[in-house]
């Protein structure tokens, strides 16, 4: 057996971080992917801009920078409040980012604008015909989106989006930088304090890989089930 | 005086795609029981005038008045709309519609295709609806198709679950776009038979086809339009007999 040096348990915390933050920043990418998709394909000038605005910025600047302002000038700007309201009103309030709420912020937002190119390629794939039968049978805008839109659009969506997911999983290893004991954090105090970087960073790396494998099944599963129906899929 | 409401009556529509007027003001009456046909060249504005009739294209102006109750319109900055989109969504639950493209939706069977508006717009009870979209299935000669995705079958066998689905919603007026034209020559039939099967029991239909010789068997009324406008119309031996506008029998006439 490997000397964890007693490290085991912290290890499998912070493999735990990771699972917790990775799995909610991805509802979080979802659901912001989603907006932006509608956004970008409304009719609203305001809106697509918007959604072009996001987009344009989160493509530009690397993710590093990204969670550091978010986190640092995110406390920053809440202090600037805090201190305003306590000049003002005399109200005294603390908040301090948690790092971990922070995390899960941050990279949502990163790839809610992945996402949401991926969603909105994936609604532009939907024959049209489809969603205008679902009209035409009464259905609401809502109705037509659960039942018609939305499961047709997914198999288009799940290559790009399984593909996204991997891209974050291994993203939430930049979360050690605000301080976050997520599984790359404990391994590499491991590391330095048994100098023995080796044995920890493979065993990182090799629960990295479990996520993954495990990920790409469940994906897989997903997209039969989407795929269900379709001439190429039977 | 008061008779039976009107299922649909369209007054005075009119559509433009950009700089394009492409219904210049076209009205049409369905009585119960009627059967209108609208022919007309490509182009000349049968499909827009069809869908406009159930609001999946809006009409810029003119008015749609269904069983006697007109929908209302609001103007807003994207042009004229539904004031009140309920009543639009109630109106389209009356009115079912059969594509040329059938549209049947790809990722349910054939039965989960025919229960889908039932269940989910009107409330009917599932168990009720599978009943109902069983005895349709057996109708239209499909019985053995229930769990069968669109993908698996022939265009003629879409076409014919189509109208099943159609069927389903018991709809005042039925509407169908070139229900035939994206078939194979051998497969026209057997939709056409099942269609003349509705006219014969008195639905309400209102039917843009290609198919002279049919309109002819089964319409009370053919409408023919020519850019936007209504040329001629009147009952098929009319119309299609002995048309009056040179422009149709132009059309009318066998190309080579
Ligand atoms: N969404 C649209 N945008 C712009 N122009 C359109 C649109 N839909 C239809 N048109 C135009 O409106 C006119 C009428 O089209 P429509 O589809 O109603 O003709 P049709 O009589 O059904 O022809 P066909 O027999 O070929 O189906 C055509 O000139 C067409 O190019
Ligand atoms: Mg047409």
Redesign the interface.
């Known amino acids: 057996m490997i000397d964890l040096h007693g490290y085991g348990p912290r290890l499998l915390e912070g493999a735990l971080v990771t699972i917790e933050l990775a799995v909610l920043s991805l509802i979080l990418a979802i659901f912001l992917g989603l907006l932006t998709a509608s956004a970008k394909m409304s009719?609203s000038w305001l809106l697509h801009r918007v959604g072009t605005l996001y987009t344009t910025i989160i493509r530009g600047v690397p993710d590093l920078v990204l969670m550091m302002l978010l986190f640092f000038g995110g406390q920053i700007g809440i202090n600037m409040i805090t201190d305003w309201l306590y000049d003002q009103f005399n109200i005294d309030i603390f908040i301090n980012i948690n790092e971990f709420v922070a995390g899960v912020f941050t990279i949502g937002l990163i790839f809610g604008a992945y996402m949401g190119e991926t969603f909105r390629g994936a609604f532009l794939a939907v024959?049209s015909?489809?969603i205008?039968?679902?009209?035409?049978?009464?259905?609401?805008q809502s109705?037509v989106f659960r039942?018609?839109r939305f499961?047709?659009m997914m198999r288009h969506a799940l290559p790009g989006l399984s593909n996204n997911w991997m891209v974050l999983l291994k993203t939430t290893a930049l979360v050690s930088v605000i301080g976050l004991s997520d599984m790359v954090r404990v391994a590499a105090e491991a590391s330095k304090a048994t100098r023995e970087p080796f044995t920890f960073m493979i065993i990182v790396g090799i629960v990295y890989l479990l996520i993954a494998s495990v990920s790409e099944w469940g994906f897989a599963r997903l997209q039969k089930h989407?795929d269900?129906?379709?001439?190429e899929a039977? | 005086m008061a008779d039976t409401p009107i299922p649909l009556e369209v007054r005075n529509i009119t559509k433009r795609f950009g700089d394009t007027e492409v219904l210049k003001g076209l009205s049409l009456q369905a009585q119960k029981s009627d059967v209108i046909t609208l022919i007309g060249a490509s182009g000349s504005g049968k499909s827009t005038f069809l869908r406009c009739m159930n609001l999946l294209e809006q009409p810029d102006d003119g008015e749609l008045i269904i069983h006697g109750e007109p929908i209302r319109f609001k103007q807003t900055r994207h042009g004229r709309e539904p004031a009140d989109w309920n009543q639009v969504v109630a109106m389209r639950a009356k009115l079912s519609m059969v594509f040329q493209g059938f549209n049947l939706w790809a990722h349910m069977t054939l039965l989960e295709n025919i229960i889908e508006a039932p269940v989910h717009v009107l409330g009917k009870p599932k168990k009720q609806a599978i009943e109902h979209a069983r005895e349709l299935l057996e109708r239209v000669g499909l019985s053995d198709r229930a769990d069968y995705y669109p993908a698996q079958m022939s265009g003629g066998q879409q076409q014919r679950g189509a109208i099943a689905r159609a069927l389903a919603m018991d709809p005042d007026v039925m509407l169908f776009d070139e229900p035939t034209s994206a078939l194979d020559p051998e497969l026209v039939g057997e939709v056409l038979k099942v269609i003349r099967g509705l006219a014969e029991e008195g639905r309400t239909m209102i039917l843009v086809t290609h198919e002279m010789a049919f309109a002819r068997d089964v319409s009370t009324q053919v409408v023919y339009l020519h850019q936007g406008q209504v040329e001629e119309a009147g009952p098929p031996a009319q119309v299609l007999g002995n048309p009056s506008s040179e422009r149709l029998k132009q059309f009318l006439a066998p190309k080579n």
């Open positions: 009719r024959d015909g489809q205008e039968a679902g009209r035409a049978y009464g259905m609401t109705l039942r018609i499961p047709l989407y269900t129906g379709h001439a039977n």
